[in-house]
């Protein structure tokens, strides 16, 4: 079973900057043929979209939240997928998840969580006031 595993998270002042890593875990997986994603989850609230990077990633998208102050960015050589926040706010505070979705187009995001395959449990970033 493929799964991803999120690190980066933790505690950081408004303002400040945090950079996500997500690389997977377990089997040998080639993030290649995948889209990557990040949502995030805060308690109470519905998981949201946050950032989508195409396979080549020569193609980003951005939820209007973030636009300007996050950075999706893909290494393949390394199957590793990247979110760079950067001006934290107290409302990114959230349980924050990265996620691959099998694309055949090299230059195709998705913000819809059902095409997401493979997911992983997510790190926690807390933004204080």
């Known amino acids: 079973q493929v799964q991803l595993g999120e690190s980066g998270g933790g505690l950081v002042q408004t303002g400040g900057s945090l950079r996500l890593s997500c690389a997977p875990s377990?089997?040998?997986?080639?993030?290649?043929?995948?889209?990557m994603g990040w949502f995030r989850q805060a308690p109470g609230k519905e998981r949201q979209f946050v950032a989508a990077?195409?396979?080549?990633?020569?193609?980003?998208d951005y939820a209007d939240s973030v636009k300007g102050r996050f950075t999706i960015s893909r290494d393949n050589a390394k199957s590793t997928a990247y979110l760079q926040m950067n001006s934290l706010k107290p409302e990114d505070t959230a349980v924050y998840s990265c996620?691959?979705?099998?694309?055949?187009?090299?230059?195709?995001?998705?913000?819809?969580?059902?095409?997401?395959?493979?997911w992983g449990q997510g790190t926690q970033v807390t933004v204080s006031s």
């Open positions: 996620a691959a979705a099998q694309r055949l187009l090299l230059s195709t995001t998705t913000r819809n969580i059902a095409d997401y395959n493979y």
């Open positions: 990077i195409s396979r080549n990633g020569e193609l980003t």
């Open positions: 377990g089997r040998t997986f080639d993030i290649d043929s995948y889209s």
